[in-house]
């Protein structure tokens, strides 16, 4: 079926998630990636302006409080207008941002500035790839989709780490480097951006006429401690996207090419061969097991002394990374019905987000005033005491992945608009009758009308 007749009618069965769709997100998502991945160097680039462990952990917590504010925003924004209006209008911020990077002399207003264009963007656009392909496929597979979806990041950032080594190898230490390096960056965002209009291209739905305030929504439908999960993540990425390359020239360990090879090798092994664990095993013991993957990397870090003595704790962290990820998203997106799964979605990646606001400054002034093993203690330390909370709270409730999770409670507040106002269901395409609705999709006051997002 071609890519415009199945994005008009709706979600994929269960036999053919991994159709043409699927495979441009893939790409999507590699280069968005890929292009992250380059700008892992931005502590080096803030030593070579002159700033140390702190400032950068302090620009970087401003561009996530961006992103945080905008995310208050950002899922009814996709809920009510669509992806593709909200996919590409993040593409263009994401490449504004590193071009400023690319352009940037001192610690001006212009590096915060571009960092916070930048973290938005990277925010909306990951944000409506998890939409897109959750609304793209059964309910009972969204956990497997997102999982073998988020693969092509780990791929993505192979390239993007050995690629980043080999600029700044192969050039002459200075501004050139980091030129080329957020060039390349700004260039792969363009990339994404004619990926992202192609992928959409028929995504032409018209906007909801209301949807639900976030906080009322958020409130409806908490989560529950899955967050606590999701600021692990964040506290995580902090320590390998951050600082790690700042620890890796500390000890002469050479580039971060090796551990992230290591890391996203070990992660993509392991989401294929987990893929269904969100079935057999469950999802709050994958929680479980991926925290106690990150609390075993950052531990082994401290005891790299050398290069090679990176690749087990990289392998840790891939595994860690592999598991939780997908299992924290999917649940908890899915206490959100499907016509506000932007807003769950959107909330899950927030979390993450706030613990990466969170741990920045935080684990910057750790390192300048105790050192780099104390900073890798504490975030190993945190994994621990996150599992062991989340064992007894979040992990003792039912984890039923599929039809019983999208019985989603119905919207009834005040901004609920009544039957009369409902929009009615679409005709079914000339090819052919269109997907039947879920369950939830007739629950709530705004039903599906087809579109991926």
């Known amino acids: 079926m071609a890519i415009t007749e199945r994005l008009q009618t709706g ?25 992250n991945t380059l700008t892992f160097r931005f502590a080096e680039f803030v030593r070579l302006l002159g700033g140390t462990e702190r400032v950068t952990g302090t620009i970087v917590g401003i561009g996530l409080a961006a992103t945080l504010l905008v995310r208050f925003r950002l899922g009814s924004d996709i809920d009510r207008f669509g992806t593709r209006r909200l996919w590409l209008a993040s593409a263009v911020l994401f490449v504004s941002g590193s071009v400023l990077l690319a352009l940037a002399r001192s610690l001006s207003w212009q590096i915060y500035l571009a960092r916070g264009l930048f973290s938005v963007g990277v925010a909306g656009m990951f944000t409506c790839v998890m939409v897109f392909i959750q609304d793209h496929v059964p309910p009972e597979r969204r956990t497997e989709a997102i999982g073998n979806l988020g693969s092509s990041g780990f791929l993505g950032m192979i390239v993007g780490s050995l690629l980043s080594d080999w600029i700044l190898s192969a050039l002459p230490a200075g501004r050139l480097q980091f030129e080329i390096l957020f060039g390349s960056t700004a ?21 909801q006429r209301i949807t639900p305030p976030f906080h009322r929504l958020v409130l409806a439908y908490w989560p529950g401690s899955v967050v606590l999960a999701a600021m692990m993540i964040g506290v995580g990425v902090t320590v390998t996207t951050v600082f790690l390359t700042r620890f890796c020239t500390a000890r002469n360990l050479g580039g971060i090419g090796l551990f992230f090879s290591g890391y996203s090798v070990s992660a993509f092994v392991f989401r294929i061969l987990t893929r269904r ?24 870090l401290i005891l790299a002394r050398a290069p090679w003595q990176l690749v087990v704790p990289s392998i840790a962290c891939g595994f860690g990374h592999a598991l939780l990820f997908p299992a924290v ?89 009544s039957r009369a106002d409902t929009p009615p269901q679409p005709a079914a395409p000339a090819d052919g009758p269109r997907a039947a609705p879920d369950e939830d999709d007739l629950q709530t006051p705004f039903p599906y009308t087809g579109r991926t997002a």
Request: overall charge neutral.
């Open 329 to 417: 998203v999917s649940l908890g997106a899915g206490k959100f019905p499907r016509p506000y799964r932007g807003t769950g979605t959107n909330v899950m990646i927030g979390f993450i987000e706030i613990g990466l606001v969170l741990a920045s400054p935080s684990l910057g002034w750790i390192i300048d005033a105790y050192g780099f093993e104390i900073m890798l203690g504490t975030t190993a330390a945190l994994a621990v005491v996150t599992g062991l909370v989340y064992r007894v709270t979040g992990a003792r409730s039912c984890d039923r992945e599929g039809e019983d999770e999208e019985r989603g409670r119905p919207w009834t507040g005040p901004s609920a608009p």
């Open 187 to 207: 260039a792969l965002g363009v990339v994404c951006a004619v990926l992202v209009a192609v992928v959409t291209r028929r995504d032409g739905s018209p906007p």
């Open 11 to 35: 979600p994929t069965d269960s036999h053919t998630i991994y159709d043409q769709v699927f495979w441009l997100c893939y790409l999507v998502n590699f280069s968005l990636v890929a292009a």
């Open 277 to 300: 664990w969100s079935h057999t095993v469950g999802r709050h013991r994958m929680i479980l097991y991926g925290l106690a993957g990150h609390a075993s990397g950052h531990l082994l």
